[in-house]
Structure formats: C-alpha cells, structure tokens
C-alpha cells in the first residue's frame, strides 16, 4: 500500500503539469489570434507587408494579420497636418538678408508612397520648403517681399505639391508666418512710415482747410443769394405797394372828378331848369374864367365871347361911375 501512494502522486502531478502547459498554450493561441485582429480607425491607413514585401494597405474597418508572416509596416495618418518650420535665412534681389518662417499644411493621399517614397518625409518636406523660399525671395527685392506674400505663398505651394506629389503627400497651403528683416532696415522702415504718416495728416489737414473755405465761401454765396432774393422780393413788395397806393390814389382822384363833374352837371341842369338866360351862363363861365386864372399856367387863352362879355361889364362899370 506504501508503495502505491508514491505512483498515485507522481501520475497526479505529471497530469497537473500537462493541464498548465495545455492551458497555458491555449492562452498562447489565443493571444496570438487576438494580435492578429486588427481595427483601422477613422483617418488612418495600415500599410502591410508580409515576408518583408509590400501586400497592401488596409482602410477604415476590422482585418486578421497572419500570424508570424504578415505585420503593420506603417500606421499611416489621413488627417490634414500642420508643420511650423523655424525662421530659415533668406536673400532678397537687392541683397537685403531676412528671417522668414513658414506653415505648411499638407495631407497624405497614398500611404504606400508615404511610406516607401522617402525616408523622413517631414525633413524632407522642410528642407523642400527651405530652398523654394530663397528661390522665390531671390527673385524679388526687399518691398516686393514685403507686398507679395499671397504670391509667394501660390508659388511655394505649386511648387512644393509637384515635389512632393511622388510621396504620396499633397501639399494644401502654404503660408509665411513672419517676415524679419534687419534691425537697421526695420529701422528705416519706421522712420520711412512715420514721415508717411506725417505727409498723410499734413495732406489731411490741407484737405480739410479747403473744404471747409469751399464750405464758407459757399455759404456765403448762399447768404448772398438770401439776401438778394429778401431784397428783389421786398423791392417787389414795395413797387405792388406803392402802384396799390397809385391805383387807389388815382381811384380817388377819378373818384372826386366824377363827383365834381356830377356836381357840375347837376348845376348846369338846375339852371336849365329854372330857364337861365344867356347873361347867366355867361355869368357862369366869367366864374370858370376866374378859378382858370388862379392857377399856376403862365398862358391862359381867353374865348372870344368872354373877351365881349367883359368889355361889356367894364363898359357898365363905367356907366354906373358916372
């Protein structure tokens, strides 16, 4: 029985050992079966290869890798990226040397060209975009550079998707962050805008002096006109004034003639009435004769029937003397 206890253990422990090893391969497996599941998120691109050789690239969604043959060579990112290069030195046409960086924003169309085309993409897209600058800005003088920054940036852009498009990149937009020229060009430049500024406020000032003379001149000349127009229209006033008084004065004097002659008229047809002989009409006009007389004509002409009547009277004048 003492022998058999021995055995009894010894079978036990070989099968508890087969039981971890079997369990433990199994845990093996299965993580080798889960590594080689793989999920593409949204974005991105897996470039595969198998045997060291290029099979191809996985997109969005869930794929197996085979185990020990096939793996991930790239994990490629599809998103528009962004690169802030350092200020790089650069000569103009005129010999003027200045600080400019850049901003690259470019995207990845082809993983596998990313991947096999050039060893460090990004280097290469900063020494690419280093000398197109100083191509460009040696073409061009020192205010140009400074005025020109969209078309330095549609330059640079146009020629760095060309280079960069056997990579598998294209390049959107290139901007120029900064443009630092030397301290002694910034100076000249600061004293070149303030004498600027100065010219503009002194034109300014000039312009607004003028106008506000035109503005004065003519508004006086519109005072002037005011005035003549008050004077034309009170000149008029008083001409319907006085012609008014003219009118009515002459109405009055008509007026009292047209009474005078009734006057006259009904006197004249009174004494016909009361049948006046002719010694009283001439009677009458010696009165007529007498008012004509008192007047201021310095020529009277005299009918010849009142020159008769008055020998007459002066001849009765001298019979009643005697």
Known sequence: MYTFLPLLSNA???NLIKSVLLIALVVIVLIILVSCIKIVPQAQAFVIERLGAYVGTWGVGLHFLTPFVSRVARRVNLKEQVIDFKPQPVITKDNVTMQIDTV????????KLYA????NPLMAIEN??????????????????????????????TQLDVATDPWGIKVNRVELKNIIPPREIQDSMEKQM???RERREKILQAEGEKKSTILVAEGNKERAILDAEADKQAAILR?????????????????????VQQ????GIRLIKDAGADSAVLQIKSLEAFAKAAEGQATKIIIPSE?????????????????
Request: charged share 30%; glycine share 6%.
């Open 194 to 196: 303030k004498a600027e």
């Open 239 to 259: 001409a319907e004034a006085k012609r008014e008084a003219m009118i009515r004065e002459a109405e009055g004097q008509a007026e009292a003639i047209l009474k």
């Open 128 to 157: 690419l975009t280093a000398t197109t600058l100083r191509n460009i800005i040696g073409e061009l003088e020192l205010d140009q550079t400074l005025t020109s920054r969209e078309i330095i940036n549609t330059k640079m852009r």
């Open 12 to 14: 036990f422990t070989d």
């Open 306 to 322: 009142i020159q008769g009547l008055a020998g007459a009277l002066t001849a009765l004048k001298e019979t009643v003397k005697d």
């Open 263 to 266: 006057a006259n008229a009904e």
């Open 104 to 111: 690259v924003f470019f995207q990845i169309t082809d993983p």
């Open 116 to 119: 096999y085309g050039v060893e």
